[in-house]
């Protein structure tokens, strides 16, 4: 399985992604791991990532395809992976099409996880993280509720409400999402490679990915 999943935040991407990769083995890459790895690493590459992100800078185009391009070709992506939220603009999709094509690797599908806006809002209000950030276990309070005081399930950390999940927050995210991130839609399925998968509830989305002929 070789995917990936778009769709607005709040949308289940990170949930289908975890879901997906527990049923199959597939690898899952979304650029903030593959950033905080390269960090941690110490790696040239992310030496130069540290000094963008540790000046509040955005980490550029540039610099996030060298890194997208020394992670895909690394051995356990062969075994298949899912890019979670990635690529974010027109920009990148077509970088990211070079890099495949380099790579000689083949998309599967890019699926686009569809939720109506109360949906979406409610997700990213009742959302909490783990504070740890070698953990970063999400959590909702309505139907996955984190251990008792506010802790962590898996590490025994806090969990907060992360500063971008706030109301006025979540409102700038998606507009920020339709302005840039929702023109790949159309991209991908130029490339008949789009499929819409309705994403109201984990288990029906997860289960319609599979029945999917990949």
């Known amino acids: 399985m070789k995917i990936i999943l778009l769709g607005a935040p709040g949308a289940g991407k990170g949930t289908i992604a975890k879901m997906l990769m527990q049923d199959n083995g597939a690898v899952q890459i979304s650029t903030g791991d593959i950033l905080r790895t390269v960090v941690k690493e110490g790696t040239e590459l992310g030496k130069k990532a540290k000094n963008y992100m540790e ?3 955005l980490v550029p185009d540039a610099l996030i395809m060298e890194i997208m391009e020394k992670r895909l070709g690394q051995p ?13 603009t027109i920009i990148q999709a077509t970088k990211l099409k ?3 094509e380099k790579l000689g690797i083949k998309l599967d599908y890019v699926i686009s996880l569809e939720a109506p806006l109360s949906l979406i809002l409610e997700r990213l209000a009742t959302r909490r993280t783990c504070a740890n950030p070698a ?6 309070i309505k139907n996955n509720p984190p251990a008792e ?5 898996v590490c025994g950390h806090k969990v907060m ?7 006025e927050a979540i409102a700038e995210r998606i507009r ?16 008949n490679l789009l499929q819409n998968v309705e994403s109201l509830h984990a288990a029906e989305t997860f289960a319609a990915i599979k029945a999917l002929k990949i």
């Open 76 to 88: 356990d992506c062969r075994r298949g992976f899912i890019l979670d939220g990635f690529p974010r």
């Open 176 to 191: 920020v999402y339709d302005e840039k991130t929702a023109p790949l839609i159309g991209f991908y399925e130029k490339e």
């Open 135 to 140: 953990c970063q276990e999400i959590y909702n």
């Open 161 to 167: 409400q992360r500063a971008d999940e706030t109301e």
């Open 98 to 100: 070079e890099i495949l």
């Open 55 to 57: 000046n509040g800078e």
């Open 149 to 153: 005081g506010d802790k962590c399930r």
